[in-house]
């Protein structure tokens, strides 16, 4: 086991980013109703909503997807109670919470599931008949892009699955995820507000993407999209998948870029103009908060990055040769972030925990090096840990075990070597999702 000291100290600063995300706390208390007025303000923006009258025809509907969706939903629950005239939102498995008025569906993720088509179906049923004096509050949080599955005409979910999986393994980033997504479905893009309309909309957002850019927060169902069909097959190009997804996929790319099939709606787009948004939590308030943490428990503070992407190998390496500079001082090394990993193995794990296994294979020879990465939704990669903790004993304790560690990294199977180590951090759940928490320790 790696020291018991460094470890709770890290958990401590892990939980203590993951309360300041927390999507039911922060919409309970940024959220005020005065009559039928409801107004909500959150990092600089502030927005302002009339709801339909209690003794109107106009009906308030909730609706949503994200892992962190239900933290969401039972806020808005107890915020509004019977104004609510029908809900349905779409979780990954095992996320759920129970609500009274608000549907809870399940799905698959990273990769679609017939339940996750199944319960995106549903949640559209809710939206049919909209008339302009209805509401509509969209709850959208990370994970939101596989769990509102609506393939587009002409596609099925095996082949939304297939080319999923070939992006999650090529090494894409998740904006280059979700252009392809945006382009393969029938609800993203923006084209929720197409089902929505003519009602007005409100969208309360959990950001888990690099620079909340609305677009590409859960594919952005109710924003704008600047990308463009041409975008995704230059995108294939890139990553040598032309000829690697399903026909169907790349016919309706190929048309779609040639005008045969209408492009998703644009900035300036007049769907637009009854629709608001506002995102209530970042990945930057969870690193300041562990940052807070931190220097409550007397540690020197520095943030290697609020916003660190690209490889996950080249990051760990960075990262952890940081750290080393820093051994000697007692200090807190923080990132935050969503690295990419290529996966070329047949192994399991995230890229979190392959971030610690590169990590601890670089503090090697060094003393009084720790360091944990998490994600903050719980889950990191299909596994069930969250991420794990390394320091410069994993890989001699782990050859204690007659493993090998450096084979374990070349398989992408960082979960193995880590579970018997008793190094994974299994969370569950946790309500919300926010990328990915490192935490360094130089004692």
Same mark, same amino acid.
């Given at each position: 086991m790696t020291t018991a000291k460094q470890r709770e100290t890290a958990l401590d600063l892990f939980r203590a980013g993951l309360a300041a995300a927390d999507p039911y706390r922060l919409l309970k208390e940024y959220t005020r109703l005065e009559g039928r007025k409801m107004s909500c303000e959150s990092l600089g923006s502030r927005v302002e909503w009339e709801l339909p009258?209690?003794?109107?025809?106009?009906?308030?509907?909730v609706v949503g997807a994200g892992k962190g969706a239900a933290s969401l939903a039972k806020a808005v629950e107890e915020s509004l109670g019977d104004r609510i005239k029908s809900g349905r939102i779409v979780v990954k498995h095992d996320h759920g919470l129970p609500l009274e008025r608000i549907v809870v569906e399940e799905g698959g993720h990273p990769l679609p599931d017939p339940a996750?088509?199944?319960?995106?179906?549903?949640?559209?049923?809710?939206l049919e008949g909209t008339r302009p004096d209805d509401r509509v509050i969209f709850l959208l949080t990370g994970g939101g892009s596989a769990l509102l599955v609506a393939p587009a005409e002409g596609l099925n979910l095996e082949h939304k699955i297939e080319t999923t999986r070939h992006l999650l393994h090529c090494g894409a980033t998740i904006q280059e995820m979700n252009t392809l997504r945006k382009h393969l479905s029938a609800v993203k893009g923006g084209r929720l507000l197409e089902r929505i309309a003519p009602a007005r909309s409100m969208t309360f957002i959990i950001s888990d993407v690099v620079g909340d850019d609305l677009a590409s927060i859960g594919s952005g169902p109710t924003a704008p999209d600047p990308s463009t069909f041409s975008d995704c097959l230059e995108i294939l190009a890139r990553y040598r998948l032309t000829e690697e997804v399903p026909g169907p996929v790349l016919q309706r790319l190929r048309d779609g870029?040639?005008?045969?099939?209408?492009?998703?709606?644009?900035?300036?787009d007049p769907i637009f103009s009854e629709a608001q948004h506002?995102?209530?939590?970042?990945?930057?308030?969870?690193? !300041?908060?562990?940052?807070?943490?931190?220097q409550e428990l007397g540690y020197e503070v520095e943030v290697f990055a609020y916003d660190m992407e690209g490889s996950t190998h080249e990051k760990a390496r960075a990262f952890t040769a940081r750290l080393a500079e820093l051994a000697g001082r007692r200090v807190v090394l923080l990132a935050g972030g969503e690295t990419t990993l290529v996966v070329k193995g047949s192994g399991k794990g995230g890229r979190n925990q392959e971030?610690?296994?590169?990590?601890?294979? !670089?503090? !090697?020879?060094?003393?009084?090096?720790?360091?944990?990465?998490?994600?903050?939704?719980g889950t990191d990669g299909p596994t069930d840990a969250a991420g794990a903790f390394a320091d410069e004993t994993t890989f001699d304790?782990?050859?204690?075990?007659?493993?090998?560690?450096l084979a374990y990294l070349a398989n992408n199977d960082a979960y193995h070597l880590f579970e018997p180590l008793g190094d994974l951090l299994k969370t569950g759940p946790t309500g919300t999702n926010v990328m990915d928490l490192v935490v360094g320790l130089a004692e």
């Open positions: 009258a209690l003794d109107s025809d106009g009906r308030l509907i996750g088509l199944a319960g995106t179906s549903r949640l559209l049923e809710e870029a040639e005008g045969r099939i209408s492009e998703t709606p644009k900035p300036g506002l995102i209530l939590a970042s990945n930057r308030q969870t690193v !300041e908060a562990a940052r807070s943490r931190a971030f610690a296994l590169v990590a601890a294979r !670089e503090m !090697e020879g060094h003393e009084g090096l720790f360091l944990l990465s998490a994600g903050t939704d304790r782990a050859r204690s075990r007659g493993l090998d560690p």
